[in-house]
């Protein structure tokens, strides 16, 4: 299940892996493993890409939730 949707904000925001590993001090193969969901980052490195993104965390997230 893709659970992280930084791949889709990023291009939204015309914004690169590179750009975002620059901007957070990691390396570019980690946000690349961010991007195809192999993990994810931390509760509190999400905050600072929605923070650099301008966008609610919310949005960098899918919904786990299942609809009934």
Do not use: F, H
Not at 3 to 9: A, E, F, M, Q, T
Request: proline share 1%; with cysteine.
């Amino acid at each position: 299940m893709k659970i992280n949707r930084l791949k889709i904000i990023l291009a939204e925001e015309y914004k690169t892996s590179k750009w975002l590993a620059k901007e957070l001090g990691k390396s570019e193969s980690t946000v690349s493993r961010w991007c195809t969901n192999e993990i994810q980052p931390s509760v509190e490195t999400l905050a600072q890409i929605a923070e650099l993104l301008k966008v609610d965390i919310k949005e960098l997230l899918n919904s786990t939730r299942k609809n009934n």
